[in-house]
């Protein structure tokens, strides 16, 4: 049974993005050594950004020849691509990520960690808040263990709990 893809939203911008990639990637490694031989230090890189290259036109054609997907009535192309590539969860992921970032120097490793973990299993669908709560306890303890006694890795204190733990 073969079944007829149709063009997402977004993918021929896609494509197209592929071959300027593929092209600029071609230019670098052409720097690297001019293609002296091929046994040049640029010979491999630019034998890849070529396959590269070339797969991004195969790509492009290919992505050409599909019909767009229907779109909802009087929602933009840009409306779909958007919709589509960044569901409701991805956003909020990043944010969550992007918040542990911020907050894991003033508040250290284990209490960042822990949050971000329970937030995590949160947002990733669990609603079993006892057990979210457990099993963050016990990977962060597992992790902590590892990295400190047998990696020897200083994992951020916080400044935040600095004088309560002293």
């Keep these: 049974m073969h079944t007829i893809r149709r063009r997402l939203p977004g993918e021929l911008v896609f494509s197209i993005l592929l071959i300027a990639f593929s092209l600029f990637m071609l230019w670098q490694a052409y720097s690297i050594s001019k293609f002296e031989s091929f046994t040049s230090a640029g010979a491999f890189p630019m ?13 492009v054609r290919e992505t050409i020849r599909m019909t767009p997907v229907p779109g909802a009535e009087g929602e933009s192309v840009w409306r779909q691509f958007v919709r589509q590539i960044t569901p409701g969860v991805l956003v909020q992921f990043v944010i969550a990520i992007t918040a542990y970032m911020l907050i894991l120097e003033r508040a250290g490793f284990v209490l960042s960690s822990y949050v971000f973990l329970v937030i995590s299993m949160w947002l990733l669908g669990s609603r079993k808040w006892v057990l979210n709560l457990w099993v963050s306890a016990f990977s962060l303890a597992v992790v902590y263990v590892i990295f400190q006694t047998v990696f020897a890795v200083v ?7 600095a004088g309560v733990f002293k």
């Design 47 to 59: 034998f890849a950004a070529a396959v590269m290259l070339l797969s991004g036109l195969i790509a």
């Design 155 to 161: 994992l951020p204190s916080g400044s935040w709990l």
